[in-house]
């Protein structure tokens, strides 16, 4: 079965620090990876996802990721984060290619706190 | 952009009476929706797929009987959580696709039930 692993459960950084989340997924065949993202209040928004082609993929407000196959790996990276980068960091999978349904696996999240 | 709207935010019931939860897509026809159940500090966790037109597939350990999924129209799934308990309790969210194969799910801003 597959599933989603995320090593930081909460991370605590400074504006201008530069971000890694970590995340790992276990699953033997095509996969498609997304990064999600839930502002306080609000609902869950894409931040990046990952299909095919180039592993370094690059979302809205300044995130990316790069998928390491061999590594089974999809972490999330933003060089520089802001206040507003606040919010709770979702991980997830779901099975690529022919054998998409659409149903998502998620990772169980990273509070990330910027503290001004 | 494509838009979920989920009704109601907040709901709180008695125990042993039923809620409704509605899921539409607004500027969208969605042929599968999903939902999800976040307990606190944990992930979103697959419930049931909700097909337009046919029964809807849940997922493990899911009770079909207490967790009724209906997707009578394009725009429109509903969950009812019948005979609620407490353990109910929790944060449900539904997501919708346009039917395109790949394309991301879009979410609503979920819906919190406490059952007293």
């Known amino acids: 079965a597959q599933s989603v692993s995320q090593h930081n459960h909460h991370v605590i950084l400074s504006e201008a620090a530069s971000l890694e989340l970590g995340c790992n997924y276990s699953y033997g065949g095509t996969v498609n990876l997304f990064w999600y993202v839930q502002y306080p209040g609000q609902h869950l928004q894409l931040l990046l996802k990952?299909?095919?082609?180039?592993?370094l993929v690059k979302g809205i407000k300044g995130f990316e990721a790069e998928f390491i196959k061999s590594k089974f790996s999809f972490n999330l990276r933003k060089p520089s984060v802001q206040w507003s980068d606040t919010a709770e960091y979702f991980c997830a999978v779901t099975s690529g290619g022919s054998g998409n349904t659409g149903k998502l696996i998620f990772g169980q999240g990273t509070t990330l706190q910027v503290k001004p | 952009g494509a838009v979920v709207s989920q009704h109601p935010s907040r709901v709180i019931c008695k125990s042993g009476t039923s809620v409704k939860i509605e899921c539409r897509s607004l500027d969208f026809q969605a042929t599968t929706m999903f939902w999800y159940r976040q307990f606190p500090k944990q992930s979103l966790m697959l419930m049931a797929t909700s097909n337009e037109g046919s029964k809807a597939t849940y997922e493990q350990g899911v009770e079909k009987d207490k967790f009724l999924i209906n997707h009578a129209s394009l725009t429109l799934s509903t969950l009812t959580v019948t005979s609620a308990h407490p353990e109910d309790s929790s944060f449900y969210i539904c997501s919708a696709r346009d039917g395109r194969g790949l394309s991301p799910l879009h979410f609503g801003n979920g819906t919190r039930l406490t059952v007293t």
């Open positions: 990952y299909f095919s082609g180039d592993p």
